[in-house]
């Protein structure tokens, strides 16, 4: 089994998590809420791919608040402040099935390990 790994700031990592439940709560595809917030259809789902550089932004967060119908960022936001900068996140990439029961050539990502990174 091949891993890889990606670094990113715990804060962002948890902004996408929260994105991405309250889309799936919706019943809204990575496309769908791409569309809705008038950006490339692959948007989202580059961002929500951990070997992508592709993040949100400030502005984003607007434009996936109006595009979810919730009443405010803050609701796409973790509680608190988070207990690390840089986290590196530890990954393998399973192949998706086709509805024939073979294999796609799209990846599903299965989190490993979350490692914190420590400043010097």
């Given at each position: 089994?091949k891993?890889?790994?990606?670094?990113?700031s715990?804060?962002?990592y948890?902004?996408?998590?929260n994105v991405?439940r309250?889309?799936e709560?919706?019943?809204?595809?990575q496309?769908?809420?791409?569309?809705a917030?008038?950006?490339?259809?692959?948007?989202?789902g580059?961002?929500e791919?951990?070997?992508?550089p592709?993040?949100?932004?400030?502005?984003?967060?607007?434009l996936?608040?109006?595009?979810?119908?919730?009443?405010?960022?803050i609701?796409?936001i973790?509680?608190g402040?988070?207990e690390y900068?840089?986290?590196e996140i530890?990954?393998e990439?399973?192949s998706?099935?086709?509805?024939d029961?073979?294999?796609?050539k799209q990846?599903?990502e299965r989190i490993i390990?979350?490692k914190?990174i420590?400043n010097k």
């Open positions: 089994m891993y890889f790994s990606t670094t990113i715990q804060l962002d948890e902004i996408i998590l991405k309250l889309r709560d919706k019943d809204l595809s496309r769908d809420l791409s569309e917030m008038k950006l490339s259809k692959s948007f989202v580059k961002v791919a951990l070997g992508q592709d993040k949100y932004s400030i502005r984003h967060l607007n996936i608040a109006k595009a979810l119908k919730i009443k405010s960022v609701e796409l973790p509680k402040v988070q900068d840089m986290v530890v990954y990439k399973i998706k099935l086709n509805k029961g073979g294999e796609s990846f599903e390990e979350i914190p420590q």
